[in-house]
């Protein structure tokens, strides 16, 4: 989420204020399409048959690719394709984490859970802007080599921290503390 956020960032630094509605609309519409196109085809071919911490681990780590290669390479408008697989690889990740949600929460809780998720996912969209905001002199490449470190660190820790049962946490959880 700390991609899309900045995307606007990137958008007005690449093309100046003039233009920077429309780059932006481009951009965020690459990446749209690209979720759409995903999304289409896990329709069709589902991910269930894997475990959701390998398909978030891999899409993260898929997902730092084109934003490093964008930083490095003068893309320009031919940039959009890059954007576009972004998009398309973070389909997955919301597939395992939804599906994760779901297998995880208790039924009295399950709404809960996903408000929180949401909560939690725009939060870090506003976060994304935020940082992208005071870190805009940096420039363009220092902003997409940065949203791609933070893919390939969260595909690490993912790997990392591996799959948390509930019989392993030792302390009581937030949400049973609330009960």
Not at 3 to 20: F, Q, T, Y
Not at 50 to 76: C, M, Q, R
Not at 107 to 129: D, S, Y
């Amino acid at each position: 989420m700390l991609g899309v956020g900045a995307l606007p960032v990137i958008a007005a630094l690449l093309a100046g204020e003039a233009r920077r509605s429309e780059l932006t609309g481009l951009i965020l519409s690459a990446g749209a399409a690209g979720g759409l196109i995903t999304s289409l085809v896990l329709t069709r071919w589902p991910i269930r048959r894997w475990a959701p911490e390998s398909v978030v681990a891999v899409s993260l780590a898929a997902t730092a690719v084109p934003f490093l290669l964008l930083a490095v390479l003068p893309a320009g408008w031919g940039g959009l394709p890059f954007f576009a697989i972004a998009g398309a690889l973070g389909v997955p990740v919301s597939v395992a984490v939804f599906a994760v949600r779901d297998q995880e929460s208790p039924p009295e809780i399950r709404t809960q859970v996903f408000t929180l998720g949401a909560g939690v996912k725009v939060t870090a969209a506003a976060t994304g802007a935020a940082v992208a905001g005071l870190a805009a002199p940096a420039g363009v490449a220092a902003l997409l080599a940065g949203i791609g470190i933070c893919q390939a660190l969260g595909a690490l820790a993912v790997v990392l921290v591996g799959r948390v049962t509930p019989a392993e946490v030792a302390a009581p959880s937030i949400v049973s503390q609330a009960n």
